[in-house]
């Protein structure tokens, strides 16, 4: 079920917008004092804003807008009289991580507008209609699972355990989702989208430093590495940091402190592992307060899958050890896992004939399109990041490469539209 949000209207912009113009139009949403960076968690006013920027640059593009029943913002070009099977897809995400960088997402978005100036530019008319999508929330920064949008539009996730998600104030997905027009009773696999996309090809800031190695502006990708988020508990007995003896402590927070140092050691000892805790939260967390719980975020990512698994396992075998040493206890919950994803290798090879410039290289961040390789045949493209930085205000896009990566978009589009 999807609603049309913006008028589609025959006029169409004259101008070829710069990737540049684009991303200078949001650079003063969702800017956090405190981090530094951005802050543009889905359907805060920053996410929002950027929603309401995309449709207004895609309906002055004359492309047809509408939502779908996971809150995914489709802009459409329709072939006039054609319909929208065997369509192409390309798009990305407007939410960001706490402090992030101002191109991981809007970048791939901005750059599907520009590359839709540049083919509009070209005649004739290409002969497959076109979308550009925004998935909410890519970074599962408020309710906890990365590409909420995209596994409820390829059913990856259960619709009811993402209604009841909650963020950290305490609401639920289905809240907030009523709250910004979308109904939750409908939220889950859409087939008949999903029957409309003949192949999607996202456009992303590298996240590391493969294109600056390379000495290269573009890249089009092989794989995403495997990914999951685990939540632990660890739970002690609260008290006064001034009349408790140490010898009478039975201190989550140390407990944690040791887990995440052991975290690092496992992963360290696990060829191509990476694990991280980014995120911890004392309860009640007050200075002079010896913490009852201590939760914390565990993101493990592996090539093999099962290596992934066994390092997981591994990691709780010994945060069962060290909470017992500190008379405590502790409690691991799978919030979300995403397999190793390689890209269609016919949709790869399509690209490389109109991009013979670009190199290959795989990933070890997640994005939309890993979701949707499950179903459909996928690909992504890379932008040069001369920080090799993200999730961090550091990120960074020269003007150059930005521009360089919404032509090779457009040459990687126009190969498929026709
Ligand atoms: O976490 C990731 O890899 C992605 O940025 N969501
Ligand atoms: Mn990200
Ligand atoms: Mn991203």
Known sequence: MTRTTGASSNKTSTTTATVTGLMSDIAGTGTDPLRGGYTRPVYSTAE??????????????????????????????DIPGGNRSNSIVTGSHLDSVPGGGPFDGPLGVAAALAAVDILKARSPIPKRPLAIAVFPEEEGSRFGVACLGSRLL??????????????????????IAMANALDPRYIGRDDQLLGQIGAFVELHVEQGRGLIDLDQPVAIASSILGHGRWRLS????????????????????????????????????????????????????GTNVIASRVDFWLDVRHPEDA????????????????????????????????????????????????????????????????????????????????????????????????????????????????
């Open 48 to 77: 929002l804003d950027l929603r309401t920027w995309f449709i207004d640059q895609a309906t002055k593009r004359g492309l047809s807008v509408e939502t779908d029943r996971n809150g995914a913002i489709w802009a459409w070009w």
């Open 234 to 285: 660890i739970h002690g007995q609260g008290n006064h940091a001034g009349t408790t003896l140490m010898a009478d402590r039975n201190d989550p927070m140390v407990a944690a402190s040791r887990v995440v140092v052991t975290i690092r050691d496992a992963a360290r000892n696990q060829p191509h592992a990476r694990a991280t805790v980014g995120r911890l939260q004392p309860v009640p967390s």
């Open 154 to 175: 390829t059913g990856a996730i259960d619709p009811n355990k993402a209604r009841n998600l909650r963020d950290p104030d305490g609401n639920t997905f289905a809240d």
């Open 307 to 418: 290596i992934t698994a066994s390092l997981v396992e591994a990691i709780h075998h010994e945060a069962r050890l060290i909470a017992a040493d500190e008379g405590c206890t502790v409690e691991l919950t799978e919030e979300s896992l995403s397999p190793t994803v390689h890209f269609d290798p016919g949709l790869q090879k399509q690209l490389q004939l109109a991009l013979p410039e670009a190199p290959i290289l795989d990933t070890g961040a997640g994005h939309d399109a890993g979701v949707l390789a499950a179903l459909v045949p996928t690909a992504m493209v890379f932008v040069r990041n001369p920080s090799g930085i993200s999730h961090s205000p550091e990120e960074h896009v020269v003007d150059e490469d930005a521009e360089l990566g919404a032509q090779a978009l457009a040459e990687a589009l126009a190969t498929l539209m026709n």
